[in-house]
């Protein structure tokens, strides 16, 4: 099965945008749900995780206090609040599952095609 991805789009700095994960193929309530984002020419890095029972949240310091990670059970979904967005956050942005949050890139898998989130004036 496979997560997907929606919400991106064109911001302008100072912006908002709200992602979403999810899947209608499984329950992800078993697993933890971490956001990764590529920008061109660089390394897929990991932006935020939550864990299964969402009462645990993690953060790359570049968005700490900009970014918010939760989870609705019912929805099967997990979002990703961006808030004050830099031309910085420019991105493909990705969500994968895992056992726990803060494992290895290649403990990760399930992943979702991506959305382009572009923060331009």
């Known amino acids: 099965w496979q997560l997907v991805e929606s919400g991106g789009g064109l911001v302008q700095p100072g912006g908002s945008l709200s992602l979403s994960c999810s899947t209608s193929?499984?329950?992800?309530?078993?697993?933890?749900i971490a956001w990764f984002r590529q920008a061109p020419g660089k390394e897929r890095e990991a932006v935020s995780c939550?864990?299964?029972?969402?009462?645990?949240?993690t953060y790359t310091d570049s968005v700490k206090g900009r970014f918010t990670i939760s989870r609705d059970g019912a929805a099967n979904t997990v979002y990703l609040q961006m808030n004050q967005l830099e031309r910085e956050d420019t991105a493909v942005y990705y969500c994968?599952?895992?056992?726990?949050?803060?494992?290895?890139?290649?403990?990760?898998?399930?992943w979702g095609q991506g959305t382009q989130v572009t923060v331009s004036s």
């Open positions: 994968a599952a895992a056992a726990a949050c803060g494992m290895d890139y290649s403990a990760h898998g399930h």
């Open positions: 193929e499984f329950t992800l309530e078993y697993f933890a």
């Open positions: 939550i864990s299964d029972n969402g009462l645990r949240s």
